[in-house]
């Protein structure tokens, strides 16, 4: 029977690859996208979302909008990563059907609270505000969660917007707090494991070489978003970060990590937004992390590009 996911999102061009591979995998039922403010605003990457359903041929998935803006603190944007659109590179169909009225973290209480405990996982690959509120407004969520499997922070790797904070959890650290507190089994996909899975001209010329719809825009996503990292660190590709959490789902052989204490700082002007993991347990404190270190990246693409070519 297939896994039921909600995929929590800001797309950005490594989110819609994590989508594509959602879609592209029966062993997943994408139940829905739920847009958060991260990338760029929140109606924007709903909008993205929905073109991401277009190019896959999946508009029959719902897509809702959820918090505009952090817990405490203005918005926080990286449209200087992903480019105005948030999701720039290919040219990208229209959506052909209107987002849902409901509001996203109203659809996520209800939809936890209608099934069964435990049938339902997490999928975050943005801020973790819709998941926050949630959690605020309706506490008895909690114990219904399957999972939260997340891509956010970072420990070896150090910070992606400033020397000690990864970009999800720098926007929105008093939601990150809130979730990695919560009780909930979580599964943290950090830099550490991320920035390994680098495009290469090899790879991305794989996806060019698909032959189908999807694999085109993904090359020519990857092609745009790799160029800020590339620049940034040396590199001779771009790291996949989102699609991370999909894989770990279906194959979690591919990745490495162990059982830690993971907090998040929130009153420091200086580290705010960092995810502490005590990966060699000197604290004491309770574990409340699967915090992931390492990742196959040959293994990664190669389901990357199985699942991709099953699409349109």
């Known amino acids: ?167 999800n959890i720098y926007v929105d650290p008093e939601a990150a707090d809130l979730v990695f507190r919560s009780g909930v089994p979580i599964t943290q996909v950090p830099l550490d494991v991320s920035h390994s899975m680098l495009t290469t001209k090899a790879r991305v010329q794989r996806f060019h070489d698909m032959g189908n719809r999807v694999g085109t825009v993904t090359a020519e996503m990857l092609e745009f978003f790799e160029r800020f990292d590339e620049q940034k660190y040396g590199w001779e590709g771009g790291p996949l970060h989102d699609p991370c959490v999909i894989a770990y789902l279906l194959k979690p052989e591919l990745f490495k990590g162990r059982h830690i204490n993971v907090a998040i700082e929130t009153a420091s002007e200086l580290t705010r937004g960092m995810t502490v993991a005590d990966y060699w347990g000197v604290t004491g404190r309770a574990k409340n992390v699967n915090y992931l270190r390492s990742g196959d990246s040959d293994g990664f693409y190669a389901l990357l590009f199985e699942r991709l070519a099953r699409l349109p």
């Open 1 to 167: 029977m297939a896994r039921k996911i909600i995929i929590d999102t800001d797309p950005g061009q490594d989110d819609a690859v994590a989508i594509l591979l959602a879609l592209g995998s029966p062993e997943l039922e994408v139940l829905a996208l739920v847009a958060v403010a991260g990338n760029v605003r929140v109606t924007q990457n709903a909008h993205n979302a929905m073109q991401i359903l277009e190019v896959a041929g999946r508009p029959d998935v719902p897509v809702y909008i959820g918090c505009e803006r952090p817990m405490r603190h203005p918005l926080i944007t990286a449209e200087y990563v992903h480019g105005s659109s948030g999701l720039d590179g290919p040219t990208l169909p229209e959506p052909t059907t209107p987002f849902q009225t409901q509001h996203g973290v109203d659809y996520i209480i209800d939809t936890l609270m209608a099934h069964e405990p435990g049938t339902i996982t997490l999928c975050c690959l943005g801020p973790l505000t819709n998941i926050g509120m949630a959690i605020v407004k309706a506490p008895q969520i909690v114990s219904r969660i399957k999972e939260i499997v997340l891509m956010g922070g970072g420990c070896f790797e150090g910070g992606n917007i400033t020397p000690a904070a990864e970009f």
